[in-house]
């Protein structure tokens, strides 16, 4: 189950955040060789009452997929890590044993929480250091432990590489953000006491990184009223061990998610890293390549990449495994086949599992004379093959112009296909599969 | 231009975030009865770095419209607010002038800000106070100043009264939030020194009240170092003045836009506060009202209300100034003309001055022959329709469905026109005006 093998079935990007160079963070995993080994105590079992809402908000759902299994795979991506112990509340075992199959997570191990946040860390500890399993499983405990909360799903590899390589060298480290408001002192009757000078602190974030002896022993050594009231690790560290933890400031993108407002905050950002960039599909016509090459121009202007391609053969297959996003060019074809070979040709990549894709059909008529019968499209096929694909987490939109002699009219219909397909794109939206959108 | 008088052209209700009963704030109005002068000072002097962008985060654009306008609605629509001063860096004074005029502030004046936010601060005090400007104007010094900031957007009338009245009591008050994050201190090497317990720490927020004679006293008294360093004018007020502020807990809304996040996490809210309600106009007609009862049904899953009115005479006028949202249903007409008079409607009524209104169209066909011709709707018309409506803030889109005596059938459609009305309700988004969707 911890195997580190990857699965050839698997995306080999399963969506690195904030990383938008392709295979920036190739280059950075063989950067970072950390030669001891590392494991994560992901404490999950919070309630999340201060989003308001019903679900703890590590099992909110951002693109029909929980915010626990973001954080999850930002770990899980990480070759250097071996194992992950989610620590949840013992209501949420079956539903979190679920997220990982349905998501086919590996390298995750699922232990029952405490009480409190300490005890439950505490218990995700134990479970990695193999405690009562015997010798053996005691010999694989990691060198570093890195403790992380469920609801910091943008985590990056960079960050967790200084994380781990300064615990292992300091015994125990912390990401840290400037504060961004001035901290107050109050009296007991709700008066302001005094203000602390907001440049001498820190606000202490997540993730920190420990060595297994150090948090073991800070753990061990701990009172039953630091189990019950305490909540920051680096302090028992410092109690119990005498261990100064050597602080890094983080990106801002470490923040927990905690309030409603940051669940928005928490799909855009998703959703930005998911709309970055597409791949076009000429099918090679001269007709259909003069309008990759004008919406490429356009789309850059609203922020996004194209790559425009003749088809998925050869080296081109290559953005079946890197692309969430897919615009096909069908001219005066008013059939679905080259779209329908499109779908079939992701759904056997195995593309949609962690986030919806989007392919966007564009039907572009060259003819003379409008609407030709068999050349108007008929918009029943394309909403059947829509809803089919949404079932398997596909989202397929249509748009259809028509070429023009009229520069200008051409010019304003290449420009509202770029903005009609980046806002398909970007807004990923259910409800609108299937239509066909004129431009 | 500081005259309290309601513009008759000025909708009733220029968007009482997160208010979601309408009349509820009047109601509250009339129990806030402040019988003393009450000013504001919006320092938006800031240059925003923190969110990675060009464009100081006051200045960014929400929905078309800059982010400080927010704000100073905030406080335009609360009836015993007398007058803001908004402090702007000397090189924003012309686009904060355009914003004031462009959205039709009134009870605003703009003065040039200081180096730092405490000099600004002063500014605008000063200001308030009539200072050089003889003593008539010094009469009218208000007995109390709320200072807040420009990044603020979501503060309530509620909140504001308890600083007031707090302020005029005590001398200042301010708000508070519990902290997110435990705070540390940290050693010169970068070291973990110590942590705070949490529990008697508290983040001090906005809005923050003062008399004006202890906020006049505390800028007056303060040294050098405090105008350059400083950043708590609850501390200047303790300092200078010995006047301990009465502390207030906030709601999690009056946080501050600082990061990229935040920016997504405003939209998302202003978002949300546009898009609880529509207008659903049926003409009357009987398949109208049936279509129009199930959506309502449809749409309540979906967390939307809908309002059935036949037309907008009478007492059903009052909509034009208080939804943001219509629908208006059209039977077996493809003609646009009913459409068209709401149209004219809104737009006389000045609707669409702080917030893009959506207008969605809804084509019901009933006739037992499908593609009549003449029944059948082009999508030419609504698009150019579209494109005229939206220069002026009105997003129009329009969607098709057929009636059906098959149930499941008809059932099926319904709940596509509830989600596609409620997707682009939400979404507002420009890119798709003018389409005709299927449902």
Not at 63 to 70: C, D, E, F, W
Not at 207 to 219: E, K, L, R, S, W
Not at 259 to 267: H, S
Not at 289 to 310: D, H, R
Request: a negative charge.
């Amino acid at each position: 189950m911890l195997s580190e093998n990857r699965d050839p079935d698997r995306p080999a990007h399963p969506g690195g955040f904030l990383t938008s160079e392709a295979g920036k963070s190739d280059h950075r995993r063989a950067e970072h060789c950390v030669d001891f080994s590392v494991s994560v105590v992901l404490p999950a079992g919070g309630t999340g009452e201060r989003t308001g809402l019903q679900t703890p908000k590590q099992y909110c759902s951002f693109l029909g997929r929980p915010l626990i299994s973001y954080t999850v795979q930002a770990f899980e991506r990480v070759s250097w890590i071996q194992s992950i112990v989610v620590v949840v509340a013992k209501e949420s075992m079956d539903l979190m044993m679920d997220v990982i199959q349905r998501f086919q997570h590996r390298k995750v191990r699922v232990v029952q929480g405490g009480l409190t946040r300490h005890r439950s860390i505490w218990n995700g500890v134990l479970a990695l250091g193999g405690e009562g399993e015997g010798e053996s499983a005691a010999a694989d405990r990691p060198k570093v432990v890195i403790i992380h909360d469920a609801v910091r799903p943008f985590v990056e590899e960079d960050f967790l590489y200084k994380i781990a390589m300064a615990a292992k060298e300091q015994g125990a480290s912390g990401a840290i953000r400037p504060l961004v408001s001035t901290v107050i002192a109050t009296t007991a009757e709700g008066y302001l006491d005094h203000s602390l000078e907001r440049a001498k602190y820190r606000a202490s974030e997540m993730p920190q990184g420990f060595t297994y002896d150090v948090i073991h022993q800070a753990y061990q050594r701990c009172t039953e009223s630091d189990f019950e009231f305490g909540t920051e690790c680096l302090h028992l560290a410092l109690q119990y061990c005498g261990t100064n933890a050597k602080l890094i400031q983080g990106p801002p993108t470490l923040w927990k998610v905690t309030y409603k407002r940051d669940l928005a905050a928490a799909e855009s950002m998703i959703k930005d890293s998911l709309s970055q960039s597409a791949c076009i599909i000429t099918g090679g016509s001269a007709h259909a390549v003069s309008l990759a090459a004008a919406l490429q121009k356009a789309v850059g202007a609203l922020n996004m990449e194209l790559e425009v391609i003749p088809d998925l053969m050869g080296e081109s297959s290559s953005y079946l495994l890197k692309e969430w996003n897919f615009i096909q060019v069908s001219v005066d074809c008013s059939c679905l086949s080259e779209v329908e070979t499109l779908l079939r040709d992701l759904e056997a990549a195995n593309r949609a599992l962690l986030h919806p894709l989007v392919v966007i059909w564009v039907h572009l008529s060259c003819a003379d004379e409008p609407s030709i019968s068999g050349r108007k499209v008929e918009p029943d096929g394309i909403m059947e093959l829509a809803s089919a694909s949404k079932l398997r987490n596909i989202l397929l939109y249509g748009i259809q112009l028509r070429q023009s002699k009229d520069t200008e009219r051409w010019e304003r219909s290449v420009l509202k296909v770029a903005e009609i397909s980046s806002t398909l794109i970007r807004e990923r939206s259910p409800a609108l599969v299937g239509q066909l959108l004129q431009a």
